[in-house]
């Protein structure tokens, strides 16, 4: 197999949306779960997405485990690597973003690494370096207060400059809208003042393809997956790639029971999972309970097969930011976060084996728990459900063949759960 793209993302959900996104582009694209192992079968493809849950953990240890999936992607024929990031630049003033992209750029031996995690299509936007969700800057949008990083500084910048070893300069929207060749002298100029990193500005759907005109002539680039998108046109209109149809995956239904996790605390999940109380049972844990050590899962499971043989169910870890913050104070922000991401990967474990066979999860930590936890190696890319948002059917799996839906919590409409239920058959 040899690829044209190759992708690390720092989370699951993440992998999922710039599969998707890159299968919509006209690239044949697989998301692997870690590093794939040598005798894993994967399909003929043009894109790779190997997902890492690194985005939180600590930076030496993201560092290498990027290290890792990069070898494995030039050893496969990549000649460009993009690191993944979150559209809302999810990182702490000591990583995991900054430290990455050194590392891949000392191992690429690149000049200049163009950085934007802007996707206008999900309403991310950047302007003069500063990240805007819709019409606000980051630090005044309600996506501020992620429970593990949190972003009050919407200047990307500022934000870089504190993470990376490298000078960090800023190709602005005017030089974008002049097209490639203008991008091309930007760069050229900052790497003559020794910056090795450049975020780079986007407004409009048109400057991601501009962006990606200039990156694949590089070999890293960082970004959400606006700029996968840029590069996946890039490859196309260049006929490095024939584009292909976004038909792979979705063909043979899998039936049986189906369910849907929740463990993001995003205004857009609560208001999802709220729908949801409307359509299908549901069940509230209580984050109190887990961290006293009780048996939640158990409880939920026992809740869940009673109720599995007439409808889908929903089972929620999410609560109020308020809420969230009170856990956190009493427990500890990590102590409290993996305490809930490892009860909801008992439960999908325990459902799995009740037979549930299609799996919605909203919540990028949730959603790497339960894959982890489910030993599952691969996806390959099926229909959207939402911008960001594909139907997953499993490769290489040791139980039965599913469907799965991996949900960034702050994607998809207020009906999302039961838009995944439809398509997933």
Request: net charge negative; with cysteine; charged share 20%.
């Amino acid at each position: 197999m040899t690829i044209k793209l190759g992708c690390i993302a720092d989370d699951y959900t993440g992998a999922s949306d710039l599969a998707n996104t890159l299968t919509r582009a006209g690239l044949r694209t697989v998301q692997t779960i870690g590093v794939p192992a040598e005798d894993l079968a994967l399909p003929d493809v043009d894109a790779v997405v190997v997902s890492l849950k690194s985005r939180s953990i600590a930076a030496p240890l993201a560092v290498a485990r990027s290290r890792e999936a990069e070898t494995w992607l030039r050893g496969r024929g990549a000649d460009h690597v993009l690191f993944k990031i979150c559209s809302t630049f999810d990182s702490t003033d000591a990583g995991n973003i900054g430290p990455v992209m050194d590392a891949l750029r000392d191992d690429a031996g690149e000049t200049v690494v163009l950085v934007t995690p802007a996707f206008p299509e999900t309403g991310r936007t950047v302007y003069q370096g500063h990240l805007f969700v819709g019409h606000v800057p980051l630090n005044e949008s309600p996506l501020k207060d992620h429970p593990l990083n949190p972003m009050h500084d919407a200047n990307l910048v500022r934000v870089l400059s504190r993470q990376s070893r490298a000078k960090i300069g800023l190709v602005d929207l005017a030089t974008v809208v002049r097209g490639p060749e203008a991008v091309r002298a930007r760069l050229a100029d900052l790497a003559g003042q020794g910056i090795g990193a450049a975020i780079i500005d986007a407004a409009f759907d048109a400057d991601l393809t501009t962006i990606g005109t200039v990156a694949v002539r590089h070999r890293v680039s960082v970004g959400a997956s606006g700029i996968g998108l840029g590069l996946a046109r890039a490859l196309v209109e260049s006929g490095g790639v024939k584009a292909a149809a976004a038909d792979a995956a979705n063909d043979a239904p899998v039936g049986g029971p189906a369910a849907c996790l929740a463990g993001s605390c995003s205004q857009a999940t609560l208001a999802q999972i709220a729908q949801a109380e409307k359509i299908m049972p549901v069940l509230h844990l209580d984050p109190e309970q887990i961290l006293a050590g009780k048996d939640e899962a158990r409880r939920a499971l026992a809740w869940a097969i009673e109720c599995l043989a007439d409808d889908p169910v929903l089972i929620a870890a999410s609560a109020a930011p308020e809420q969230v913050a009170a856990v956190q104070a009493r427990h500890g922000r990590e102590v409290a976060g993996h305490a809930i991401e490892q009860t909801m990967a008992e439960i999908a474990e325990g459902l799995v084996q009740a037979g549930v066979r299609r799996l919605v999860v909203a919540g990028g930590e949730t959603s790497g728990a339960v894959v982890d936890r489910l030993k599952i190696p691969a996806f390959l890319v099926g229909p959207e459900i939402a911008p960001g948002v594909p139907v997953l059917r499993t490769v290489g799996a040791r139980s039965a063949e599913m469907l799965l839906a991996l949900k960034s919590g702050n994607f998809g409409g207020s009906q999302f759960f039961l838009d995944a239920l439809g398509l997933m058959r």
